[in-house]
Nanobody, 126 residues
Framework: QVQLVESGGGLVQTGGSLRLSCAAS????????VGWFRQAPGKERESVAAVTGSGTNTRYADSVRGRFTISRDNAKNTVYLQMDSLEPDDTAVYYC???????????????????WGQGTQVTVSS
């Protein structure tokens, strides 16, 4: 069982930065792939970024590649999403999710993840 708590959301102007954190419970966190997803009002939830358990492999959505960076500190049971050059289209509720045994081609498949956080709101003003 893994519990996830996101933090770090807020209101920022276009071009600004935020760092989201996803803190996890459990002693085997390094076994879990972690993904960040987001859902804007009236839109479906979409994948943003994912990182493997060791942190060596990452994947990004085309819309955020080069602006967002996912990383993890397994000693702190925490995954981060550094968001730079934020745009109004980045406004959404951001969720982190954890899954075990996720194969590389399924990193952006939401059904790969068994555990989800409650979400944190990110609002980018123009």
């Amino acid at each position: 069982q893994v519990q996830l708590v996101e933090s770090g959301g807020g209101l920022v102007q276009t071009g600004g930065s935020l760092r989201l954190s996803c803190a996890a419970s459990g002693r085997t966190f390094s076994n879990y792939v972690v993904g960040w997803f987001r859902q804007a009002p009236g839109k479906e939830r979409e994948s943003v970024a994912a990182v493997t358990g060791s942190g060596t492999n990452t994947r990004y959505a085309d819309s955020v590649r080069g602006r967002f960076t996912i990383s993890r500190d397994n000693a702190k049971n925490t995954v981060y999403l550094q968001m730079d050059s934020l745009e109004p289209d980045d406004t959404a509720v951001y969720y982190c999710a954890a899954g075990i045994g996720v194969v590389p081609w399924a990193l952006f498949r939401q059904t790969s993840y068994s555990y989800w956080g409650q979400g944190t709101q990110v609002t980018v003003s123009s």
